[in-house]
């Protein structure tokens, strides 16, 4: 997290003081690092109630779920880019931007979290990022209902995923992870929406849907396995 603060720096430095980046060396890198600090404590107290701290969670269990959602959410956001890059342009394209307007409001959701509780992402990022770009883009190729068809297949697949974590948080501690509960819960009625949205515009009469939404969401299921461990 320091080399990410790091790197992240200048951009931190305008956030909490709406400033030029004035520093060099070695005072800016320790500028960089003491606003990304400040920048997570920031982000903590606005999400955290006392209840839910760094000291009294089950930091295995949290970094786990921070991570494999910061990384589907991740993966969403790519294979959405991809289906608008193909058919943007289409009369099915402000569905899909609508879409991606709200995994892009997730996945920032979880990025703060990620600096707030100091979990790192998962290794396979680089691999997210084309490979859900890829998906987006080749099921779109199909047509508007291939497209529709990837947004059922996934989104069935991480609602799944969802309600097991809040069935988790829930046998652990609910009044302790209330907000990362309500979180979560806001997020994949939302997910269900997009599954919702999906049907309605013809999803399933993509070509071959049986076996294409059973060979996307068996790829879901592995990517979600990986990047909880990895």
């Not at 955290?48 to 786990?64: G, Q």
Request: proline share 3%.
């Amino acid at each position: 997290m320091i080399c990410a603060g790091a790197a992240a720096a200048p951009a931190l430095w305008r956030l909490c003081t709406g400033a030029r980046w004035p520093l060099s060396g070695k005072r800016r890198r320790a500028a960089g690092i003491l606003c990304w600090a400040a920048y997570a404590k920031k982000i903590s107290i606005r999400f955290c109630s006392s209840r839910m701290t760094l000291d009294n969670i089950n930091r295995a269990a949290v970094d786990r779920i921070i991570r494999v959602d910061h990384a589907g959410e991740y993966g969403a956001d790519r294979i959405l880019a991809g289906q608008m890059a193909v058919l943007g342009r289409t009369s099915v394209g402000p569905v899909i931007q609508k879409m991606w307007d709200q995994e892009k409001a997730h996945l920032k959701k979880f990025s703060e979290l990620m600096v707030a509780f100091r979990v790192r992402p998962t290794a396979l990022m680089p691999l997210w990022n084309v490979m859900g770009f890829a998906l987006g883009a080749g099921t779109a190729l199909l047509g508007k209902e291939g497209a529709m068809a990837c947004t059922v297949a996934v989104e069935e697949t991480i609602a799944h995923h969802y309600n097991n974590q809040i069935r988790m948080l829930m046998e652990e501690d609910p009044e302790k992870y209330e907000e990362l509960l309500q979180l979560i819960k806001t997020i994949r009625d939302e997910e269900l929406e997009h599954h919702d949205t999906g049907l309605y515009h013809d999803a399933e009469l993509a070509p071959a849907y049986t076996v294409l939404k059973n060979v996307i969401q068996a790829g879901c299921r592995a990517a979600i396995y990986l990047s909880e461990r990895l």
